[in-house]
C-alpha cells in the first residue's frame, strides 16, 4: 500500500451539433426556343442540350432533380443546455441558469463561434453570470473571463472517480478540493493581500481551484448530498476579489500530521467504503493513529463521496 502525505492543502470533450437542414432547387428557364417563319421548309432541327431547361433534362434523363442542401446550423444555447453546469463550471450544480444567444460571432482558435450570454434568475431578476462561445460545429465551448478564453471542460485532472482507481490518487484529488472550499489551500504570500477583520487573505496558488466557478465545479464532481450543499456554501476563510479569483485566509502549520494510508474496505454495487489511518508525531516524539471511514455513493452523474473528512480534522 503506498503511502500519501498530504501537504496541507486538488472527458473528455462533449461533441453536440443541430441539424437543421434546409432542402431547396433552383430552375432556372431557358429562353423559348426562336419560332420558324413560314416560308421555312426544311425539317425542324433536333434541339440540343442546352435549349432544354434543368427541369426538362431531368425528366428526359429520369436522373432526379439536384438539390442544394445548406450546412447544418448549431443551436448554441441547445449545446450548453445539453453539457450540464458541471461541465460548463457553472457555481450551483443543481441550478437552472438561462442562456440567451447574443447573436456575436468571433474567431477563437480558428473556429467561428457564437456567443451566449449565461444568466441566473432570482424571483423575476436576471443577474449576469458569464459569457459562454460555442464553435460553429458545437464541437467546443469556450467560457469568457478576465483572462481571455478558456476551452471546456477547464479542468481535466479533477474530472471525478471510480472505485477502480488508487485509492491513494482520489484522495489526494478530493483532498485538495476539501481543502480549497475550507481556505485550507496554500497562498502566495508575497502577493498583495486582502484585508479584513479576520486577517489578511491572499491568493490560492492551485490554478484547477483558483476561483469559485472551478472550485464549485470540482466539489460537483466528487461529493455530493449534505456534504455538497456544506461545502457549496462557503467558508469565512475564503474571500474572492472583483475578478473571480479565491483568496485564502493567511494560515500557518503546526500540527504533527505525517501521512494516511488509504485501502478500499467494502464494494456494493452502488456503494464503496474507504479505510483511511493517519498518523500523527506529538512534541514527545510520540506517534499516534486516527482510523475512520469514508464513504462514497454511485449517483446518476457518477460516484461521489456523501460522507468525508480531511486526515487533520473535520
Not at 128 to 146: H, K, L
Request: charged letters at 25%; one cysteine or more.
Amino acid at each position: 500500500m503506498r503511502k500519501f502525505s498530504a501537504a496541507v492543502c486538488m472527458l473528455a470533450a462533449v461533441m453536440l451539433s443541430g441539424c437543421a437542414a434546409d432542402m431547396s432547387g433552383g430552375i432556372t428557364e431557358q429562353p423559348a426556343f426562336t419560332q420558324r417563319t413560314a416560308e421555312v421548309t426544311q425539317p425542324e432541327p433536333e434541339p440540343s442540350a442546352e435549349a432544354f431547361t434543368s427541369e426538362e433534362v431531368a425528366m428526359l434523363s429520369g436522373a432526379p432533380e439536384p438539390v442544394t442542401v445548406e450546412a447544418p446550423a448549431v443551436n448554441p444555447v441547445s449545446v450548453l443546455e445539453g453539457l450540464g453546469n458541471e461541465y460548463l463550471g457553472l457555481p450551483d450544480t443543481g441550478r437552472v441558469y438561462i442562456f440567451r444567444d447574443t447573436g456575436e460571432r468571433i474567431d477563437i482558435d480558428e473556429n467561428e463561434c457564437l456567443c451566449v450570454s449565461c444568466y441566473d434568475e432570482d424571483e423575476g431578476t436576471l443577474s449576469f453570470i458569464c459569457a459562454f462561445w460555442v464553435s460553429a460545429d458545437g464541437s467546443r465551448v469556450y467560457r469568457q473571463g478576465n483572462f481571455g478564453y478558456a476551452l471546456l471542460p477547464e479542468d481535466r485532472s479533477l474530472s471525478g472517480f471510480t472505485p477502480d482507481q488508487s485509492p491513494e490518487d482520489i484522495m489526494a484529488q478530493a483532498n485538495d478540493i476539501y481543502c480549497a472550499a475550507c481556505g485550507l489551500s496554500k497562498f502566495d504570500g508575497s502577493a498583495q493581500p486582502l484585508t479584513s477583520d479576520r486577517g489578511n487573505f491572499y491568493p490560492m496558488t492551485d490554478e484547477r481551484l483558483n476561483t469559485r466557478i472551478k472550485l464549485n465545479a470540482a466539489l460537483g464532481r466528487y461529493f455530493t448530498g449534505e456534504l455538497l450543499e456544506t461545502l457549496l456554501s462557503g467558508s469565512d476563510n475564503l474571500m474572492e476579489d472583483d475578478s473571480g479569483r479565491l483568496y485564502c485566509l493567511e494560515f500557518f502549520g503546526g500540527i504533527g500530521y505525517i501521512s494516511t494510508d488509504y485501502s478500499l474496505a467494502e464494494l456494493t454495487e452502488d456503494t464503496a467504503v474507504y479505510k483511511a489511518v493517519s498518523k500523527f508525531e506529538h512534541e514527545e516524539g510520540k506517534v499516534s493513529e486516527k482510523e475512520y471511514t469514508l464513504t462514497s455513493v454511485k449517483t446518476p452523474s457518477g460516484w461521489r463521496f456523501s460522507e468525508y473528512q480531511l486526515p487533520f480534522g473535520k
